[in-house]
């Protein structure tokens, strides 16, 4: 059995990897935000810090996506 040949024709995403993953990773830390509010509530002030880095960080990645598809869409 000699190497398969190769296949060009496989889609890959077509806006490259960027706008996928940072849209997963958005959504990632928009949850991991949204299930450590209730114990952060519930603790000390101390423990709010977490879902506040977690809101934040979700906003950076969804910003990071935004700006991955306007570059593609100037190009």
């Given at each position: 059995?000699?190497?398969?040949p190769r296949r060009d024709d496989r889609s890959v995403f077509s806006e490259g990897y960027a706008v996928p993953i940072t849209g997963l990773l958005s959504v990632l830390f928009?949850?991991?935000?949204?299930?450590s509010l209730y114990p952060a509530?519930?603790?000390?002030?101390?423990?709010l810090a977490l879902p506040v880095?977690?809101?934040?960080?979700?906003?950076?990645?969804?910003?990071?996506?935004?700006?991955c598809i306007a570059a593609r869409d100037d190009s």
């Open positions: 059995m000699g190497p398969e928009a949850l991991l935000a949204g299930m509530l519930s603790g000390g002030l101390g423990d880095i977690f809101g934040a960080t979700s906003i950076v990645c969804f910003r990071l996506r935004q700006r």
